[in-house]
C-alpha cells in the first residue's frame, strides 16, 4: 500500500511522529483505502430512513431530507486504522450526537450506557455512550468538503478519529464508525458488533493498541 506513494509520504510521517501524533504500530497514507465486508449497498433517498431507538424517552426517525435539516458539525480528525494505516487531518462534516442531545433532539433515558451503530446489510458497530457523545465521534455526509463516495459509506457513515488538540479524548479504531449507517439504538449494556464479535478488541483504543480482544 506505501511503495507507491513517493518520498512525500516519509516526510509526513517522520513530522507526525516527532509532534507525537503518530500511534505505535502505525504507517502514515496518503491515499484512503477502502475496507468492508459485503457489498457496497444502494441509496434511495426515497425509501432511506434514519431511526434512533432503545433507552431514550421517545424514538426518533428522520427522512433523508429531515437528516439534512438538522445542524452541522465540521471536525478535523487523524484516523487510524487497526490495519496500520493512518491518515492525517481528514475533514468531515455532518453531524454531532452530542449536538443532538444538547437540543433535545435525542434524549437518552439515565440507562443509556452504550450505543450501537446500526448500518445496511446487518453491520454493527459498538461503542460507550460517552465516546459518541465526544467531540470526535460524527455522523459525517461529507469528507474533505464533497459528499462521500458510495466506497466510504454514502449517504452517511459514523466517523471517530484522533483530535490532535484533544489529548483528553478517547479514540478508538476508525472501524468503530460504520459506513451505510442507518440507525443508533442506545443500550443499557454493553453488545459487541460485528469486527468486536470477529476477535477484534472491544474498546480499540489506538494509544493503547488495542487491536485485538
Ligand atoms: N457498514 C460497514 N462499515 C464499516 C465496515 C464494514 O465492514 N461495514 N468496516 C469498518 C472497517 S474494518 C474500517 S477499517 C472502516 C474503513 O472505512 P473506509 O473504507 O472509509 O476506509 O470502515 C468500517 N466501517
Ligand atoms: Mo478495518
Not at 484512503?32 to 459485503?38: A, D, I, R
Not at 443499557?188 to 477484534?200: H, I, L, S
Request: with cysteine; proline share 9%; charged share 25%.
Amino acid at each position: 500500500m506505501f511503495l507507491f506513494e513517493g518520498p512525500d509520504r516519509r516526510k509526513e510521517e517522520e513530522r507526525m511522529r516527532s509532534e507525537g501524533r503518530l500511534p505505535p504500530g502505525q504507517s502514515l497514507t496518503l491515499k484512503f483505502p477502502v475496507l468492508h465486508y459485503g457489498p457496497v449497498p444502494p441509496f434511495n433517498p426515497a425509501t432511506w430512513d434514519f431511526r434512533v431507538w432503545g433507552e431514550v424517552e421517545s424514538e426518533r426517525r428522520w427522512t433523508w431530507d429531515e437528516f439534512n435539516q438538522l445542524p452541522r458539525t465540521r471536525v478535523v480528525m487523524d484516523i487510524h486504522c487497526v490495519t496500520r494505516w493512518s491518515k492525517f487531518d481528514t475533514v468531515w462534516e455532518g453531524v454531532s450526537v452530542r449536538t443532538l442531545v444538547e437540543e433535545g433532539l435525542i434524549r437518552p433515558k439515565p440507562t443509556a450506557k452504550y450505543v450501537m451503530q446500526h448500518a445496511e446489510y446487518g453491520f454493527t458497530a459498538n461503542l460507550p455512550l460517552e465516546v459518541v457523545l465526544q467531540d470526535n465521534f460524527l455522523l459525517a455526509t461529507h469528507f474533505n468538503g464533497e459528499p462521500l463516495t458510495p466506497d466510504h459509506g454514502y449517504p452517511l457513515r459514523g466517523v471517530v478519529g484522533h483530535i490532535p488538540s484533544r489529548p483528553d479524548l478517547e479514540t478508538p479504531y476508525f472501524w468503530k464508525g460504520a459506513k451505510w449507517l442507518r440507525g443508533l439504538e442506545f443500550m443499557p449494556a454493553d453488545r459487541r458488533g460485528f469486527w468486536e464479535q470477529a476477535g477484534y478488541h472491544n474498546r480499540a483504543d489506538v494509544w493503547k493498541e488495542e487491536r485485538f480482544g
